[in-house]
T-cell receptor, first 112, second 109 residues
């Protein structure tokens, strides 16, 4: 069964901490994406990557960075967590043609 | 104007009813995805369409390229169909999806 795996389902971090969210896919997909989902705002794209070491800013990249050193792994980094980054974070992957879009089960991050 | 517009925002139906959710999209969208998210659950891709019609069980998705419109139909709806349904457009290769705001469906027994 093909999957996108996110390292944590729930995470609680303190303001100012550096936070790493990990995402791994086993489908050999070219594209990987990080979204956050907030009530009333829907899904918003933070960053995406269409190849190893390549990254593109999405709609809300401020306060975040990403790393893609291997094709299967895409990491989201919160450099200094703030309370307004409390959210559900979803990773997804797809082929280069947008086929086989698969989402991870999400990480609910709470920053206190 | 958003590139992908969905309607209705909220929908309540009785079990067994035929349900339609609509999605309009702008020029530049080459394919449409329909996604499903159950309460507290992850997001699942139901269909990807660039033309015609696709069917999976009680779910049917259609797309009209000339009118830039897609519909998701659910036949013989059931309470387990209660979820948020999201229409998302793809502009082209190696680009992210553009999401509609979603339709929250509640099916009452």
């Amino acid at each position: 069964d093909v999957k996108v795996t996110q390292s944590s389902r729930y995470l609680v971090k303190r303001t100012g901490e550096k936070v790493f969210l990990e995402c791994v896919q086993d489908m050999d997909h070219e594209n990987m994406f990080w979204y956050r989902q907030d009530p009333g705002l829907g899904l918003r794209l933070i960053y995406f990557s269409y190849d190893v070491k390549m990254k593109e800013k999405g709609d809300i990249p401020e306060g975040y960075s990403v790393s893609r050193e291997k094709k299967e792994r895409f990491s989201l980094i919160l450099e200094s967590a703030s309370t307004n980054q409390t959210s559900m974070y979803l990773c997804a992957s797809s082929s280069g043609q947008g086929v086989g879009y698969t989402f991870g089960s999400g990480t609910r991050l709470t920053v206190v | 104007k958003n590139e992908v517009e969905q309607s209705p925002q909220n929908l309540t139906a009785q079990e067994g009813e035929f349900i339609t959710i609509n999605c309009s999209y702008s020029v530049g969208i080459s394919a449409l995805h329909w996604l499903q998210q159950h309460p507290g659950g992850g997001i699942v891709s139901l269909f990807m369409l660039s033309s015609g019609k696709k069917k999976h069980g009680r779910l049917i998705a259609t797309i009209n390229i000339q009118e830039k419109h897609s519909s998701l139909h659910i036949t013989a709806s059931h309470p387990r169909d209660s979820a948020v349904y999201i229409c998302a457009g793809l502009r082209g290769a190696n680009t992210p999806l553009v999401f509609g705001k979603g339709t929250r469906l509640s099916v009452i027994a």
